[in-house]
């Protein structure tokens, strides 16, 4: 899929948190794939349109990011290898191939040092779950992104994982179609792009 069309917007079609994450790289089976979380601020903005920041927190973490520059990038880089990590799994779960054991170990150990900072809040005669009240810690983003992993990997949506169609996007999205039938991460970029090939193809054989 292309690069974000301004900075701070994403695509949002994973269809789940944690594939809009691992969408972050761009054209990922191109030679020259692009990142779009260059730096700490980036993956700021892409958890507050994901939504799973408030304002008030991500003025938090910027201040922290002030302060900490180094340690921002350091998370920063955690991220990425965070977002590679569920990738690789999720793609071969995708590609209906083994799933790399050392991947998962890797997964694993993110995801207990993830829940440390979950807790249960009671909610409408329940529980739900949430996190402890931490708002400066640099690494609050991924603590989303690594439950909606888990929570991908353990649901029976896990079946509907799919990988776009496209042959240098690399994305990945929940098929909901009724007949299960969608190829494209997003028809009107990678669905367009594919038919504009054929197209092309088409015509240069019959000339």
């Not at 071969?92 to 249960?120: I, S, Y």
């Not at 005669?125 to 603590?143: A, H, N, Y």
């Not at 690594?146 to 949506?157: G, K, N, Q, W």
Request: charged share 25%; aromatic share 8%; glycine share 4%.
């Amino acid at each position: 899929m292309s690069e974000h069309k301004e900075p701070g917007v994403f695509d949002l079609n994973g269809g789940c948190l944690c594939l809009d994450f691992v969408n972050t790289l761009s054209d990922r089976l191109h030679a020259t794939p692009k990142e779009l979380l260059r730096t700490y601020s980036d993956m700021l903005a892409w958890s507050q349109q994901a939504a799973i920041l408030n304002a008030k927190e991500i003025q938090s973490l910027l201040a922290e990011v002030e302060e900490q520059p180094f340690e921002a990038e350091r998370w920063l880089h955690y991220a990425r290898q965070a977002r590679e990590s569920i990738y690789q799994i999720l793609v071969a779960v995708a590609n209906a191939e083994p799933v790399d054991a050392e991947q998962v170990e890797v997964f694993n150990r993110m995801l207990a040092e993830t829940m440390v900072h979950a807790c249960l809040n009671p909610d409408s005669g329940g529980f739900s779950w949430t996190w402890t009240s931490e708002p400066g810690k640099l690494e609050r983003p991924l603590w989303f992104v690594i439950r909606s992993a888990a929570d991908l990997l353990t649901s029976p949506e896990l079946a509907s994982t799919r990988l776009c169609a496209s042959e240098d996007c690399g994305w990945l999205f929940l098929d909901t179609s009724k007949n299960h039938s969608r190829r494209w991460c997003d028809m009107k970029v990678c669905g367009n792009r594919a038919k504009a090939r054929r197209h092309y193809k088409r015509k240069a054989e019959e000339s």
